[in-house]
């Protein structure tokens, strides 16, 4: 299961706990040190805190929604006291970019843009292996493993392996 794309049935938040789970497996096995997770709310990333507590991973949250940020100040608070960074995103792809990567899912455009907004604040370094979980709505369908090819253009990132998304 590990070396296939899961593909959902469906798009949205039924598939966030499989999502979440298909990124620590991978993490486990493959070493990767470093996620990043979109989360409107808070709620997916307290579940990620959650799931990946035990996997000594940095976990970077960014906050999406078309403000930056919508997460409470408690969620947010509750986040940073687990260790976890947390990241408005204030810096969204343009819209030609973002129309194309809506052909293959909403939460593949989102785990762009927040791959974007970490790789901005010097979070992720120059050919660093890093997993993206987004979804599309609220919740998380969507798995990547991008690489950050120059550290001096922050839109030049690879696709090393999707994990999961839906397939419609």
Same mark, same amino acid.
Request: charged share 20%.
């Given at each position: 299961?590990?070396?296939? %794309?899961? !593909?959902?049935?469906?798009?949205? $938040? ?9 990124? $620590?497996? !991978? ?5 990767? =040190? $470093? %996620? ?14 959650? &799931? ?7 976990? %970077? ?12 100040? @408690?969620? =947010?608070?509750?986040? %940073? ?9 204030? =810096? !969204? ?8 990567? =809506? ?5 593949? $455009?989102?785990?762009? @843009? ?5 790789? !901005?604040?010097?979070? &992720?370094?120059?050919? @660093? ?24 253009? &922050? ?14």
């Amino acid at each position: 299961m590990l070396d296939n %794309i899961m !593909y959902f049935e469906s798009p949205g $938040k039924t598939n966030t706990m499989e999502a979440l789970l298909i990124a $620590k497996n !991978y993490l486990i096995k493959y070493n990767v =040190r $470093k %996620i990043i997770i979109a989360s409107t709310t808070g709620a997916t990333a307290l579940l990620a805190a959650d &799931i990946l507590h035990e996997s000594a991973v940095d976990i %970077i949250v960014v906050g999406l929604d078309s403000y930056g940020w919508s997460q409470d100040e @408690e969620k =947010r608070q509750e986040l %940073i006291k687990l260790g976890i960074k947390t990241l408005p995103c204030n =810096r !969204y792809l343009n819209v030609e970019v973002a129309n194309a990567l =809506r052909c293959f899912s909403q939460g593949i $455009k989102v785990a762009f @843009e927040i791959a974007l907004m970490a790789n !901005y604040e010097n979070l &992720i370094l120059e050919n @660093e292996e890093v997993l993206v979980v987004a979804g599309s709505g609220l919740g998380s369908d969507t798995v990547l493993l991008l690489k950050c090819i120059n550290k001096n253009n &922050i839109t030049e990132f690879v696709v090393s392996k999707i994990l999961c998304l839906p397939s419609c």
